[in-house]
């Protein structure tokens, strides 16, 4: 098994990032936010409970996952939750909806070799919803 790339992150500390700029320039690049963001707003098109799969996904995708030119995968995805939420959910259903989760970055996995910007986390004590049965 192959090793998994280095983050940007990783190859700026060690220095390779410096060394070699030009070999690493495309995904310099598509880290970089040049687009505008998906947006909360659901397709006209989509029906009451389509709109609420789609507000869904958006908020459960991390901060700057999602762009603009994402907008026809996440529409492709939303009728897919739909579907297999729905009565007539097929076993090829569910193998489509784990693909396109993947392609999105939406699961775990997935989601770790993507190079994402990383975000500061806030105090855990401030926003802790547990502590009220402290």
């Given at each position: 098994?192959?090793?998994?790339?280095?983050?940007?992150?990783?190859?700026?500390?060690?220095g390779t990032l410096a060394k070699n700029v030009?070999?690493?320039?495309?995904?310099?690049?598509?880290?970089?936010?040049?687009?505008?963001?998906?947006?909360?707003?659901?397709?006209?098109?989509?029906?009451r409970t389509e709109r609420g799969v789609?507000?869904?996904?958006?908020?459960?995708?991390?901060?700057g996952l999602l762009h603009r030119s994402d907008r026809l995968a996440v529409e492709v995805l939303v009728k897919m939750i739909g579907r297999v939420r729905g009565p007539d959910a097929k076993t090829?259903?569910?193998?489509?909806?784990?693909?396109?989760?993947?392609r999105l970055g939406l699961n775990p996995v997935d989601r770790m070799r993507m190079d994402l910007p990383s975000f500061p986390t806030s105090n855990p004590e401030e926003h802790d919803d547990w502590a009220v049965f402290d």
């Open positions: 098994m192959p090793t998994p790339r280095k983050t940007l992150a990783q190859l700026a500390a060690s030009g070999r690493y320039k495309k995904r310099i690049a598509s880290t970089c936010p040049t687009t505008k963001p998906i947006g909360n707003i659901a397709p006209r098109h989509f029906t789609w507000a869904e996904v958006v908020k459960s995708a991390p901060p090829s259903d569910f193998s489509v909806l784990s693909n396109l989760l993947g």
